[in-house]
């Protein structure tokens, strides 16, 4: 008789769908009978500079050692990182990206029953990794396609352990200020963990944005998350970190796997943090395709999720089916992100690309639609 290895899975495990990335090139490439060469990716938020000389620097010198297993404690990095934020290395916990962390965070936390609290429109990863270790996921109803803060405290009960708040939001593009974060955080209660992720915060020039690490004295409860890929161009060697307080550092830390992150992520990592030339770049780069995204947007007549980050959502035209579009964009070589699992019917995300990856994609946009 054949065994029905799905009943044997956990319960939390056999109801997930497997998370679905952006469509990498090749792939397409495939499909299509594309050249590589003539399709442009803007669907996973990735930096469309490519990663910083020093980065790349530090990426070859680590080569060499390639046959030997990374430094499990990420020494460099830490100390690199405690010189740019002004943080203790027992505050960190490094992660194979930052969903790393988010991964952590639940496992040491959050037992089968429980629940964790997140917003509409928010990274769909939150849910899945309560949903593995048979925790619920209460989802609030947002407001103008941000964080609802007040209804979210509201919906904090007996069972709740973490409540996730992104800022900015992925995929919409909103932003909470200062002021609203602290009261958000003064209404949670204090056994309630509340983790920051701050993926996309080197992009938002705005003034009332608060950074989360300088929070952390006054909420013990806090856990920030950032990520090497957005900003510093590192997406695919997978590295990002969390800064807490260091008893909630040590627990994340005993369920670290060792060597998650690997020799040449973490020589990237700590180069590319005194990279300031690169960051200033890329911004610059980010402010433009802004502009320009949005210039067109308004030229073709589609409403837009405004953005502090480095994407924006859009409206498909009334009577457009979504789908129809992004298959469409595919057939003209250009990549962008269905955001439907994400509760917004009618819109697209696109990530800001270089000048000229931008044009590619407004022209293939004003040729699906007309």
Known sequence: MAVDFLQLAVPGV?????YQPGKPIDELARELGLNESDIVKLASNENPMGPGPKAL?????????????????????????????????EQITLGNGSSDILDFIVRVFVNDGDNIVVSQHSF??????????????????????????????????????IVFITNPNNPTGTWLTRSELVSF????????????????????AEEEYPDGISLLADYPNLV?????????????????????????????????????VNSQALAAAAAALTDDDYVASTLAVNRAGLMQLEAAFKELGLSFIPSVGNFIAFKVPENTDENTVYQSMLQQGVIIRPVGNYDMPGYL????????????????????LS
């Open 185 to 204: 955080l003064n209404s949670v209660p204090e056994h309630v963990l509340v983790l920051l992720d701050e993926a996309y915060f080197e992009f938002v």
């Open 224 to 260: 920030v998350a950032r990520t090497f890929s957005k900003a510093y161009g590192l997406a695919a060697l997978r590295v990002g970190y969390s800064v807490s307080g260091p008893q909630i550092a040590d627990l994340l830390n005993r369920v670290r796997p060792p060597f998650n």
């Open 14 to 18: 056999q109801a997930l769908r497997p």
């Open 57 to 89: 620097a530090a990426i070859e010198a680590s080569l060499q050692d390639v046959t030997l297993y990374p430094d499990g404690a990420g020494f460099e990095l830490k100390k690199a990182l405690c010189e740019k934020l002004g943080i203790k290395p």
């Open 124 to 161: 769909a990863i939150y849910g899945l990794v309560a949903k593995m270790v048979g925790a619920d996921c209460i989802q609030v109803p947002a407001v103008d396609f941000g964080h609802d803060l007040k209804a979210m405290a509201a919906a904090i009960n007996e069972r709740t352990k």
């Open 349 to 368: 995300r696109v990530t800001v690309g270089t000048e000229p990856q931008n044009a590619k994609f407004i022209e293939a946009l004003k040729t699906v």
